[in-house]
Antibody
């Protein structure tokens, strides 16, 4: 059974730092691309960051670029999100998600998030 | 702001059919997936690509696409289908992911 378990959330003041972790089990972690997705209280889903299976390719949403750093340790089956210079608007439940790529005969492709963690809450407040 | 847009709320009578749509220029190039989210729970994928259902998703859920629009259709909506639904795709660059703002489905 695929499991993703996030940890590291908490309460902190604006300008603070936090490191989130996501431990994976039930699949070959090193073979899958991973993402962080967040959801502010009462709001919709927002994609945060992507890391390739090897860790060599990384992307960030504009809202977190330069402040957040995604990384992974395939030997430890773990995904990380280092969050610096936190703002009130970063307050959210943070989910790690495993991406599955697909290609359709119509020529279109994409990825979907088949597996999600339970989320970890980050609260930013003065 | 999201590069794919959804209607904020839709309602459907129990047992009837409802369509939830997602529009965006990137949908002309990339496929979309759809997620159901109930309060306090992580999202669950119900459709990926044009019309692919993961195992365990009822066949009353179906997808389609036309031009810059992806659609999720629930045929014979049940009370347990009341939830928020999000579409998801890539942005125009192809490197970033985007979610629609979500559609709150009410089953009357």
């Amino acid at each position: 059974e695929v499991q993703l378990v996030e940890s590291g959330g908490g309460l902190l003041q604006p300008g603070g730092s936090l490191r989130l972790s996501c431990v994976a089990s039930g699949f070959t972690f090193s073979s899958y691309e991973m993402h962080w997705v967040r959801q502010a209280p009462g709001k919709g889903l927002e994609w945060v960051s992507y890391i390739s299976s090897s860790g060599r390719t990384i992307y960030y949403a504009d809202s977190v670029k330069g402040r957040f750093t995604i990384s992974r340790d395939n030997a430890k089956n773990s995904l990380y999100l280092q969050m610096n210079s936190l703002r009130v608007e970063d307050m959210a439940v943070y989910y790690c998600a495993r991406a599955t790529y697909y290609y359709e005969s119509s020529g279109y492709d994409g990825e979907y998030f088949h597996h999600w963690g339970q989320g970890t809450l980050v609260t930013v407040s003065s | 702001s999201s590069e794919v847009t959804q209607d904020p709320a839709v309602s459907v009578a129990l047992g009837q059919t409802v369509r939830i749509t997602c529009q965006g220029d990137s949908l002309r190039s990339y496929s979309a997936s759809w997620y159901q989210q109930k309060p306090g729970q992580a999202p669950v994928v119900v459709i990926f690509g044009e019309n692919n259902r993961p195992s365990g998703i009822p066949d009353r859920f179906s997808g389609s696409r036309s031009g810059n629009t992806a659609s999720l259709t629930i045929t014979g909506a049940q009370a347990e289908d009341e939830a928020d639904y999000y579409c998801h795709s890539r942005d125009s660059s192809g490197n970033h992911q985007v979610f629609g703002g979500g559609t709150k489905l009410t089953v009357l």
